[in-house]
């Protein structure tokens, strides 16, 4: 069984930076493709920012380009979010993701893909 936890978020102020942290258990974590996403109440979960098994592709939501840095060390069994530059339209509960059905795929941006989810960490930025 894959498990996910997620943790650092918080409230920050506007122009602030934060890192999330998503640590996965049990499994192949070298093999999957891991993703964060983001969901505000009332609106779809959003795709932030995804990291091939190998660390060597990433992508990013035109949202969040150029402020986000997403990272993975496979030794930790880790994945990591740097957002800097923060907007109060970041704030959302932040989703850690891991593929687990399709090991050394090429990633990809849907939801649907990711069958591991963590339980959450909400993120509050204020203007």
């Known amino acids: 069984q894959v498990q996910l936890v997620e943790s650092g978020g918080g409230l920050v102020q506007a122009g602030g930076s934060l890192r999330l942290s998503c640590a996965v258990s049990g499994g192949s974590f070298s093999t999957y493709n891991m993703a964060w996403f983001r969901q505000t109440p009332g609106k779809e979960r959003e795709f932030v920012a995804l990291?091939?098994?190998?660390?060597?592709?990433?992508l990013y939501s035109d949202s969040v380009k150029g402020r986000c840095t997403i990272f993975r060390d496979n030794a930790k069994g880790t994945v990591d979010l740097q957002i800097a530059s923060l907007k109060p339209e970041d704030t959302a509960v932040y989703y850690c993701?891991?593929?687990?059905?399709?090991?050394?795929?090429?990633?990809?941006?849907?939801?649907?893909?990711?069958?591991?989810w963590g339980q959450g960490t909400q993120v509050t930025v204020s203007s």
């Open positions: 993701a891991a593929d687990q059905r399709t090991p050394g795929s090429v990633p990809n941006s849907h939801s649907t893909t990711y069958n591991y």
């Open positions: 990291i091939s098994w190998s660390g060597v592709r990433t």
